[in-house]
Each structure stands twice: as structure tokens, then as C-alpha cells.
């Protein structure tokens, strides 16, 4: 209950405090973060469900499949195409700054996932909330963007990105 706690006031809430500073640097980060993640989760989710066979983390989440892995790229990189056209946030962005973005959507978001995976199981718990309940719970839709608005803070922040 005390690592909950801690967990819940330490990172959470400071990761939120750090959404809320990307959105006064750039809404289009909040934008574009969103809808990379949701490109990431959905393709992962649909296409390794249908291809999945080489299973990565069994113990901790044991649907994740590296072809999940694959098609979530490949979600991220269609998001980012539209965000090069269609929504023009990414329009006047060079390709190392792509690739970083891609990179950063990728890792972080993935890992923000398999972390709260991994605390669920510790938890002995199916979801966080019973909102979505077998889907995760609510926490489960923004796990990922939890733990990528540190480092995307810091990449706003340098200039590296948008």
C-alpha cells in the first residue's frame, strides 16, 4: 500500500504536472504524443493478437508479442504521416527529428505499458478501475503517456523536438 502511495504521489502526479508544462510549450505535443500512443497501442493490440506468436515478457504481460511490437511502429509511423500532412504538426521537421520522435513513442511508450503490467501482477489486480473494467481500467488507456512526458519534457525543452 506504501509503494502504491508513493507510486501514485511521486510519479504520477509529477508526470501530469509535466503533461500540463508540455501543453504551455506546445499544444501540438499534447496532440501529437496522443495520437502517436493510440497509433502504437492499436496496432500492437490488433495485429499481434491476429500474428502474435513470439511472446516477449510471458511473466509480466504475457499477450505482448514482438509482432505486436513490429505492427505498433508501423502504427507510429502511419500516425506521423499524418501528422506530416493531413494534421500538419510534424510538416517542417527533418528526419532525425522523426526518427527521435518515433523512437521515443516506441521505447518509452512500451515500457510505460509493461511497468504498469508488471504492478498490476504485483498487485494481483485484472484492471485499475473498473471504468474499463477487463480492459485495463482507465489508467491503462494513459499508462504510456505517464512515462513518456518526462522525457518528451525534456526533449521540448532542448529544442529537439517541435
Same mark, same amino acid.
Given at each position: /500500500?506504501?509503494?502504491?502511495?508513493?507510486? &501514485?504521489?511521486?510519479?504520477?502526479?509529477? &508526470?501530469? +504536472?509535466?503533461?500540463?508544462? %508540455?501543453?504551455? @510549450?506546445?499544444?501540438?505535443? %499534447? %496532440?501529437? =504524443?496522443?495520437?502517436?500512443?493510440?497509433?502504437?497501442?492499436?496496432?500492437?493490440? /490488433?495485429? #499481434?493478437?491476429?500474428? $502474435?506468436?513470439?511472446?516477449?515478457?510471458?511473466?509480466?504481460?504475457?499477450?505482448?508479442?514482438?509482432?505486436?511490437? %513490429?505492427?505498433? $511502429?508501423?502504427? @507510429?509511423?502511419?500516425?506521423?504521416?499524418?501528422? !506530416?500532412?493531413?494534421?500538419?504538426?510534424?510538416?517542417?521537421? &527533418?528526419?532525425?527529428?522523426?526518427?527521435?520522435?518515433?523512437?521515443?513513442?516506441?521505447?518509452? #511508450?512500451? +515500457?510505460?505499458?509493461?511497468?504498469?503490467?508488471?504492478?498490476?501482477?504485483?498487485?494481483? =489486480?485484472?484492471?485499475?478501475?473498473?471504468?474499463?473494467?477487463?480492459? $485495463?481500467?482507465?489508467?491503462?488507456?494513459?499508462?504510456?503517456?505517464?512515462? @513518456?512526458?518526462? +522525457?518528451?519534457?525534456?526533449?521540448?525543452? !532542448?529544442?529537439?523536438?517541435?
Amino acid at each position: /500500500l506504501s509503494f502504491l502511495w508513493l507510486f &501514485s504521489s511521486g510519479f504520477l502526479i509529477s &508526470s501530469a +504536472v509535466l503533461l500540463i508544462k %508540455i501543453r504551455e @510549450i506546445n499544444l501540438n505535443a %499534447i %496532440i501529437l =504524443i496522443l495520437l502517436l500512443l493510440q497509433f502504437n497501442d492499436a496496432f500492437a493490440y /490488433l495485429f #499481434g493478437k491476429k500474428f $502474435g506468436k513470439t511472446y516477449l515478457f510471458p511473466t509480466i504481460s504475457p499477450n505482448k508479442s514482438l509482432e505486436g511490437y %513490429i505492427f505498433g $511502429g508501423l502504427g @507510429i509511423a502511419i500516425g506521423m504521416t499524418l501528422l !506530416h500532412t493531413y494534421i500538419p504538426i510534424l510538416s517542417e521537421r &527533418s528526419w532525425t527529428q522523426d526518427l527521435l520522435i518515433f523512437s521515443t513513442i516506441l521505447i518509452f #511508450g512500451n +515500457v510505460g505499458d509493461l511497468m504498469m503490467s508488471s504492478l498490476k501482477r504485483k498487485l494481483e =489486480i485484472k484492471d485499475f478501475s473498473q471504468i474499463l473494467p477487463g480492459h $485495463g481500467g482507465m489508467l491503462d488507456r494513459f499508462d504510456n503517456t505517464f512515462f @513518456i512526458a518526462p +522525457v518528451f519534457y525534456l526533449l521540448l525543452n !532542448h529544442h529537439l523536438v517541435l
